[in-house]
């Protein structure tokens, strides 16, 4: 993914995106009237256009007070989201596209209202021009309507908890599907006894959420290079962290471009990082685990959305096409992905005996589809669980996790 790919990705998520297009298009919208004025003529026809300032009137109030509603209720489910899930979560709704073409639709109907008003105030139109405005205004109320009612609708769920771990197993299962399927990101899988070369440093902290493997592979056969990738996307790196290792020759040209395909910022993104989107849910199931909390209904309702984001990857099938032979890339291990999944949820639920038990099945199901060796990632999860569940258990609920690991189905 290139850096200018990657720029356009995170703009077009970005509320001011929207919010300034539909802008633009409402002033386009609204002096539209005056220019089709000399193209339509004949068209001044009575049909109520004189009271049309006064619906512009009322409509710019109406968006100004229903604009600034939107907003508060944006900012409290994004801050609700941080509170009871997990900050990681704030970014997906963030850029969830029904409250953005929500928020651009009244921010540009109050724009096309006011230029309306002001245009009318310099008598800007002429009697063809303000039946045009006065049938562009229906349509915007129309549109208005629509959209106030769909917001409304989904108001009901947005921010909720269910919401939120929806939004996160989408993003995970995204990922992670992409990870399967190619698991070195299209470059030759890493031998680590070969990995030498100079190291090329970031020249910033942070973290890495993009890497340009077409840029790498480019640059790599242009100078004959071998660059083995020691960063993967969601690694935190600082100006002592290689990012790389080029086997051969090595100026600060080269260098340079080497690291420009490494895109670096504060914080973690879900684009490239398997590991994200599975550390997420984990940290919701932890945070409802918390004594302050005490929810272990979330916990197991996450559980069931780990089990559908892992089955999906298991299911999907490698690319053995290697698009970048010129460089090399160690995979994310299974087990890191299982740990980063399960392990937090084990320990902070280890004393909760239904929590437990749906653990132990989930992770005997999860065996079961990856089969022999991938499975024992899953199975040496589920023996850490139950013996952490052991310790912390009555003797009753012991006997009845044994149970429950024991009917799990294996292979």
Known sequence: ??????????????????????????????????????????????????????????????????????????????????????????QLLVADPTSQNVLSTFIGAFVFSMVGIIALSTEYYGEQGRTILFAGTLVVIV???????????????????ADVIDRVESAAQRTTAQYAHRPSLGARTQDPRAVRG??????????VTHIDLGRLEALAKARELTIHVRALPGTMVDTATPLAL??????????????????????RSYDQDPRLGVIALSEIASRALSPATNDPGTAIDVLGALGRVF???????ADEHTPYPHVTVEPVSLRDLVEDAFRPIARDGAGVIEVGIRLQKTLASLADIAGPPRGRAFTDAAVDARSRAQRLLSRADAVSLRRAAASAPRR
Do not use: C
């Not at 208005?144 to 989904?154: A, K, M, N, Q």
């Not at 190291?199 to 902290?205: D, F, I, N, T, Y």
């Open 143 to 161: 549109i208005v309507v629509v959209v106030l009612l769909r917001w409304i609708s989904h108001l009901g769920s947005f921010g909720r908890m």
């Open 246 to 267: 080029v086997a051969g020759t090595l100026d600060e040209n080269v260098r340079s471009k080497v690291a420009s395909a490494f895109h670096i910022e504060a914080h």
């Open 1 to 90: 993914m290139t850096h200018v790919r990657v720029f356009l990705a995170q703009m077009t998520r970005a509320v001011w995106f929207r919010a300034s297009l539909f802008s633009v298009a409402a002033v386009l919208l609204a002096l539209a009237a005056g220019f089709l004025e000399p193209v339509l003529p004949g068209l001044a026809v009575d049909l109520g256009q004189g009271s049309v300032g006064d619906i512009l009137q009322i409509l710019a109030s109406s968006m100004l007070a229903v604009t600034t509603f939107s907003l508060t209720a944006m900012v409290t489910a994004y801050s609700s989201a941080s509170r009871v899930a997990t900050p990681r979560a704030t």
């Open 198 to 207: 100079a190291s090329v440093r970031p020249g910033r902290a942070g973290y």
């Open 311 to 317: 089955e999906n990857m298991l299911r999907t099938d």
